[in-house]
């Protein structure tokens, strides 16, 4: 008989180990690989590698050489992507969950259409996007009249932020309606007594009572895409245009191209730092201005 | 004038929204000649050969056999361990409650690249010592995948199961069941909508996975995901067969999760609305 004190962690211990295989150890040894000198003839037997110290992230952060004027570049471009699609994501989101707050015929079939993007696998929505975005055969040239390369370039970074947005506003809009649906609507009803118009309402309403929402929307979507593999890589496949390589796909190649997997370790190790840097500081800074009434 | 502004920006977003959907379905019935050329509309005949096709352009079967063992695996064993994991932190008040859920939730922003290099290794070093392969393997897959859906699952779960009256189990323990007989017999039956969505999110995580796919699988075990990204970024692609081989692969995900969003949508935001 199992006693009731040990049987939680008994409950437990499956999802703890899993964890621990495949987070908290390779973490770990993450932090300790970006120590080490470790090229491809140190594959097999990684022990062997010789300790750099910091070497790698003198390496990393040495911007007025190539390796290190590429990742401050790269790091650059993922920073005004991430700002640009979390901006458009939660616009976009907002505008369709207000826009549905009240019942009308068809809004159903509207909310269930905005949740596919969402929905679709991400590859086979942007395998998608990468036909509409080819130069001789796609929807968007035949849309614009144009002829312009799409994937390519200086295009190649607007056409990343769009495709991106198209996915992952379709969260932003499924997280906004449901802190929506949880704003009291005597609320409304006070505001519209008082007569207070629609943009007025907006502000003095909902932004308030959806704050605790927005918080961590905006946070989620920041680390979400600023983290975004899985859509440059499918977008434009191994080599991704220097306008639009960010830093997961930079980070996977410099590691996989040459094999030098400590050198990816730190730099990998210095983008958790700017996340971590970045999300604490803005969970303080929001938690100060967060004394808004009925919150 | 709020009505038409409404019509308006509803249209626009339901035009951007639909735009890929549409492309997607009207290509995958389009014949050769149509995709080779500018754009069009309307197919210039309506032919489902693109269907038949697709599967000997790439091996399509092998990839999708991959994808499925590999996501259903790895929904079937996250789903249970979320469910005992979800149980205990519904039910019981332990020490280190809260560290184990701030610790899992915590996982969920750190980048994948981090733990893609180790993870390589570890698993290479894995192999080269016990002869256990996991880098090219479906086990390999399966064990990472579930664990990426782990974090959401114990979080949805947990508060699924607080919503499961504590009475049930209580009743089921008076009547002599074990905990473990109770959370069978009485808990999971009650819970079952959150569980089979928790095993949607489960599947699609997996199912659409691409960063680790592309490094722990070789050509036999390549997944749908990675293998159709690798074909449609080639010099010369049938588009018309990517098209209806991306539409077969995602039909049943859109489906399942429209079907249950419900549920999902609700543990999606639980984090969110809550904190």
Same mark, same amino acid.
């Given at each position: ?196 118009? +629609?943009?007025? +309402? ?60 400590? &050198? ?6 210095? &983008? ?24 | ?275």
């Amino acid at each position: 008989m199992i006693s009731k004190k040990r049987l939680p962690y008994l409950l437990l211990a499956p999802a703890v180990a899993a964890e621990l295989v495949i987070h908290v150890v390779p973490m770990l040894a993450g932090l300790g690989m970006s120590l080490l000198k470790l090229t491809q003839f140190f594959l097999r037997d990684w022990t062997r590698a010789p300790f750099a110290g910091l070497g790698n992230f003198a390496v990393a952060v040495d911007v007025s050489a190539p390796v290190g004027a590429d990742l401050l570049r790269s790091f650059c471009v993922t920073l005004l992507y991430a700002v640009l699609v979390v901006t458009g994501s939660w616009a976009l989101g907002m505008l369709g969950a207000v826009l549905l707050r009240r019942p009308f015929p068809g809004r159903g079939a509207l909310r269930a259409l905005f949740l596919v993007p969402f929905a679709l696998p991400v590859f086979t929505g942007v395998i998608t996007w990468s036909f509409m975005l080819q130069r001789d055969t796609g929807l968007v040239n035949a849309v614009l009249d144009a002829d312009a390369f799409w994937l390519i370039g200086g295009n190649s970074f607007a056409s990343l932020v769009v495709v991106t947005i198209w996915r992952s506003w379709s969260f932003a809009f499924l997280t906004l309606t449901a802190g929506l649906a949880a704003v009291p609507p005597e609320l409304h009803e006070a505001a519209d007594v008082d007569g207070a118009g +629609r943009w007025r +309402r907006f502000r003095s309403v909902t932004l308030p009572q959806l704050a605790p929402v927005n918080r961590v929307l905006v946070l989620v979507l920041f680390l979400w895409t600023f983290n975004e593999f899985t859509t440059p890589y499918t977008l434009f496949g191994k080599v991704a245009p220097e306008e639009a390589s960010v830093l997961s796909i930079h980070v996977y190649n410099a590691s996989f191209s040459t094999w030098n997997l400590g &050198l990816g370790s730190a730099m990998s190790v210095l &983008l958790l730092l700017f996340l971590l840097l970045v999300s604490l500081g803005y969970l303080w800074l929001t938690s100060r201005r967060r004394r808004v009434p009925g919150v | 004038m709020y009505r038409a502004f409404r019509a308006l920006a509803l249209a626009a977003l339901a035009l951007f929204t639909l735009a890929p959907v549409y492309v997607m379905a009207m290509s995958s019935v389009k014949p050769l000649r149509d995709v080779q050329g500018p754009f069009t509309w309307w197919p210039s005949e309506i032919t489902f050969a693109p269907y038949v096709e697709m599967w000997r352009t790439v091996p399509l079967a092998a990839y999708f056999a991959n994808s499925a063992v590999v996501a259903l695996c790895a929904m079937t064993c996250s789903t249970a361990i979320a469910l005992f994991a979800g149980y205990a932190v519904s039910r019981y008040r332990f020490r280190g409650r809260r560290a184990f859920l701030a610790t899992v939730l915590s996982t969920q922003m750190f980048p994948g690249i981090l733990f893609l290099l180790p993870l390589f290794l570890i698993f290479a070093n894995v192999d080269r010592l016990t002869g256990l392969e996991l880098i090219n393997s479906r086990a390999g897959l399966t064990v990472t995948y579930l664990t990426f859906s782990l974090p959401f699952a114990v979080w949805l779960l947990a508060g699924y199961l607080d919503s499961v009256p504590r009475e049930l189990d209580e009743a089921a323990e008076v009547d002599g069941a074990t905990p473990l007989g109770a959370l069978f017999r009485v808990v999971v039956p009650a819970a079952r909508p959150g569980i089979v969505a928790v095993a949607v999110y489960a599947f699609m995580t997996a199912w659409g996975e691409v960063l680790f796919a592309s490094v722990l699988t070789d050509q036999d075990t390549r997944t749908l995901a990675v293998g159709l990204q690798a074909y449609a970024t080639q010099a010369n692609v049938y588009w018309n067969q990517v098209m209806a081989a991306s539409l077969v692969v995602s039909v049943p995900v859109v489906l399942g999760f429209l079907a249950l969003q419900r549920y999902l949508v609700a543990g999606l935001t639980a984090g969110a609305v809550k904190s």
